[in-house]
């Protein structure tokens, strides 16, 4: 059990809103994600679960309220498609958990909102990947993410993050950091600088693309990195995806490409040997290949015609999104030191240019699988 957070009586209080029966045994730091505060919390008792409890971070999610109700929609959606067309092995959805006062949140004092979501029992994460067996099972996971979703229209969801995923109003905001911006211009920031400089002209593709009406809108998860694939302890099959905050009407391509982008990098986002970083077609071959076992019930030729064009656009725009954030003085993602964001955005940027290396092997690869 590790040491508890400064604020742990104040959790303890958070999380026991959110507890059906039993009380809060332990509020404990959870995960490993860059914009939520997210925790374990153990019920005592044997009988009970524990759950998650997280405080919405409302500088990302500013209408924390609209996050709560897609989450409520869709959810509710999956379990009800799973109950009457249940899947031929085990795949669960998170469960809002309701407060004392049948609420989906609950809003502190100081303005923080906190949810709870049900924990998916006897699962892991993991933050690489490890073979081309578990890229198959993480593709799959996002495949069946998708087609489970894929009846429930976009309508009914609120867009609860304008502009997400949409590269080209990134490259915009980008553009208006570096004008107002006194960079340090060191060798890694030059090279981030010509980097953005040289692939500007075609950041517009999808977006193109779903304009002209070859890609339709659908819903999407908006983060579909390894670690919200959960997976069984017993079997080793993926079970669940969670971190389920920026499921939004948008292109399922950015999915592809998000999941692509974190799968395929054996050397990992944080690391400080970034141009060591590549791009592993093997564990790409694998995501595909689950990744279509399912999808291709839904997929259209267009979005075949688009799968390289989304893998290569969504490392870019990562790393595109974390030059900016650092050029600006890191005031949207979490950091550990001041040049954490620089070093992200190299690895993302040294990941798209093995995927652009690779681009003819990839797209043969596409083909192949159709």
């Not at 100081?110 to 029992?121: E, N």
Request: some cysteine.
């Amino acid at each position: 059990m590790s040491d508890p957070p400064t604020h742990y009586p104040s959790l303890i209080a958070v999380a026991e809103r959110f507890a059906s029966g039993g009380a809060i045994a332990a509020v404990e730091a959870f995960g490993s994600g860059n914009i939520n505060d997210t925790f374990l919390a153990t019920v005592e008792g044997t009988s009970h679960l524990p759950f998650v409890l997280q405080r919405i971070n409302t500088r990302v999610f500013r209408r924390p309220q609209l996050v709560m109700k897609n989450m409520s929609i869709f959810t509710r959606h999956v379990r009800d498609r799973l109950q009457h067309s249940p899947l031929s092995r085990r795949w669960e959805v998170p469960r809002v958990l309701l407060t004392t006062e049948e609420r989906d949140h609950w809003v502190e004092a100081d303005g923080s909102v906190w949810r709870a979501i049900s924990f998916i029992d006897g699962s892991e994460s993991f933050d690489a990947m490890h073979d081309v067996d578990h890229a198959t099972e993480v593709g799959y996971a996002l495949g069946t993410f998708h087609n489970l979703i894929s009846d429930l229209s976009p309508a009914q969801l609120a867009d609860t993050l304008e502009g997400f995923h949409i590269t080209p109003l990134y490259l915009q905001h980008y553009d208006r950091v570096v004008a107002k911006t006194a960079v340090n211009l060191s060798p890694e920031v030059r090279y981030g600088l010509e980097f953005v400089r040289d692939r500007a002209s075609w950041c517009a593709v999808l977006e193109t693309a779903k304009t002209q009406g070859k890609l339709p809108l659908r819903l999407m998860h908006g983060d579909p990195k390894v670690n919200n694939v959960m997976f069984d302890r017993a079997t080793g099959k993926a079970v669940s995806m969670i971190d389920l905050d920026t499921v939004k009407p948008g292109l399922v391509h950015y999915d592809i490409g998000d999941c692509l982008r974190s799968g395929c990098n054996p050397i990992g986002e944080e690391t400080e040997q970034w141009e060591t970083v590549y791009f592993e077609p093997d564990l790409c071959e694998g995501i595909l290949r689950g990744y279509l076992s399912v999808a291709q019930d839904f997929l259209t030729d267009s979005d075949y015609d688009y799968l390289f064009d989304a893998i290569r656009l969504i490392a870019f725009e990562l790393g595109l999104r974390f030059f900016t954030d650092y050029l600006a003085g890191n005031v949207y993602f979490k950091v550990k030191h001041p040049d954490h964001n620089l070093l992200r955005a190299l690895v993302q940027f040294q990941l798209t240019q093995s995927i652009e290396f690779q681009e003819t092997a990839i797209r043969a690869l596409i083909q192949d699988l159709r």
